[in-house]
């Protein structure tokens, strides 16, 4: 078994996937976002491809897979999702179509198919950055939602309450789409933004499997903190939800018509859903699994192994039959711990404190010394991640909330000047 792991960069998840690799005896191959004329900087024998070059990284995958065939791909993150579906009709694996993938990540393709569909999708338009958000601001209904097309993980992504809030958001969105980290990314996607009617109600979290169309619940997570704006920092996962059954059904049924409203067939999916007045509204549909490590906070048992999702995957992606695995029957959470303000870190102190808070399974730093912190709607990343497993639900939830109170954040406030800056 031989599975093509696409991902940004040579991260904590792609690490977390080569390690279940090894111990479920699957090889793998990484296909990174990398410069082609570096000779392996990473030392990981990685298929260096620019996910802004469709054509050019399916030849230098397809090349690789002419000597060494792959029976299986698999795509970490948003930006890999096209090219995994383009490798897959390439080299006739199993995947989602290419069309299907650019839509899974294209806030305004995704939006056009759940309302083509019929199914319930919030009242939207399409502008350009370029536009004077003034004039835009005189045309809508409050309160509203603006989002960029392509980027993930919240960011960028906030509501707007009348005039004055929605004009200040519309520059800041333009100021980080103007940013050199996102123009470096190639995407025209990113001159356009989405205004959307603002959805209250409770959300959640569906990570789901598809095989041949057929869509497998994996876990349905409780967002207990509120997702109201100005901006929406996602911070805890719970599982199993608390919703009632026949809400879970609900969300259940919306997401897997949502998944074939946009053509997703085969592979990983991670849906955002909110449930307003009993109505389902399904916000996305990704192409790919959970992010960052919060896979860590799921687990399944089989005949004879508890294995993670990151091992079920893979395993999903080889072409192993894995009906027989379900998810354990404790409940189970993640924290990701939110950065509050910039700053410069140097560390968080209260660490081995946080373990020992009953139900907590680990606490992981991810921000290394000396990073620049950067809050939402701008920042990208966390400050690592709480783990949990406890009997119910609610017991996860005390546990994540009680370790991350033990944690104190030592960072320089002092945000150092760009050389070549105005102070």
């Known amino acids: 078994m031989h599975v093509l792991l696409i991902s940004t960069t040579t991260g904590y998840q792609t690490r977390a996937f080569a390690e279940a690799g090894e111990r479920a005896g699957i090889r793998l191959t990484l296909a990174t976002d990398r410069c082609k004329t570096l000779d392996d900087p990473w030392r990981d024998a990685a298929i260096p491809v620019r996910f802004h070059d469709l054509d050019g990284s399916v030849r230098a995958v397809a090349s690789r897979a002419a000597r060494d065939p792959f029976t299986g791909v698999l795509a970490l993150g948003d930006r890999p999702v096209e090219l995994a579906a383009a490798l897959a009709d390439r080299l006739q694996l199993r995947g989602h179509s290419i069309a299907a993938a650019r839509a899974s990540r294209d806030k305004r393709l995704f939006r056009e198919a759940v309302a083509g569909a019929g199914l319930p999708a919030p009242r939207f338009r399409t502008v350009e950055a370029a536009d004077d958000p003034r004039a835009l601001s005189r045309a809508l209904s409050w309160p509203v939602v603006i989002k960029p097309l392509v980027l993930s993980g919240s960011r960028g992504v906030m509501r707007g309450d009348d005039p004055v809030s929605f004009v200040r958001a519309f520059d800041r969105l333009c100021a980080l789409l103007r940013s050199h980290e996102v123009r470096a990314l190639r995407d025209p996607a990113t001159e356009t933004i989405l205004i959307e009617d603002y959805v209250p109600g409770d959300e959640y979290a569906v990570e789901g499997l598809l095989h041949e169309g057929e869509l497998r619940i994996l876990a349905i997570f409780d967002k207990p ?66 992010g960052g490590l919060c896979a860590r906070a799921l687990r399944f048992d089989g005949p004879e192994e508890r294995i993670g999702l990151e091992e079920l995957l893979l395993r999903h992606a080889a072409g192993v039959d894995i009906d027989a695995y379900v998810r354990e029957a404790a409940a189970s959470g993640v924290m990701m711990m939110p950065i509050r ?81 105005s102070s």
């Open 341 to 421: 303000a910039p700053g410069v870190f140097r560390r968080i102190d209260g660490v081995e404190d946080a373990r020992l808070v009953p139900g907590i399974e680990d606490v992981r730093i991810t921000a290394k010394p000396d990073q620049l912190l950067v809050p939402l709607p701008e920042g990208a990343s966390y400050l690592g991640f709480i783990f949990a497993r406890a009997a119910a639900p609610d017991d996860v939830e005390a546990a994540l909330r009680g370790a991350h109170a033990r944690l104190s954040l030592i960072v320089d406030r002092q945000v150092p000047i760009a050389p070549g800056a």
């Open 225 to 290: 903190d509120p997702l109201d704006g100005p901006f929406f920092e996602e911070t805890i996962y719970v599982t199993p939800a608390r919703a009632s059954r026949e809400r879970q059904a609900a969300i259940a049924t919306a997401v897997s018509a949502a998944a074939s409203a946009v053509g997703l067939t085969h592979g990983p999916v991670h849906a955002e859903c909110r449930v307003s007045d009993d109505t389902v509204y399904v916000l996305e549909v990704a192409a790919r699994p959970i």
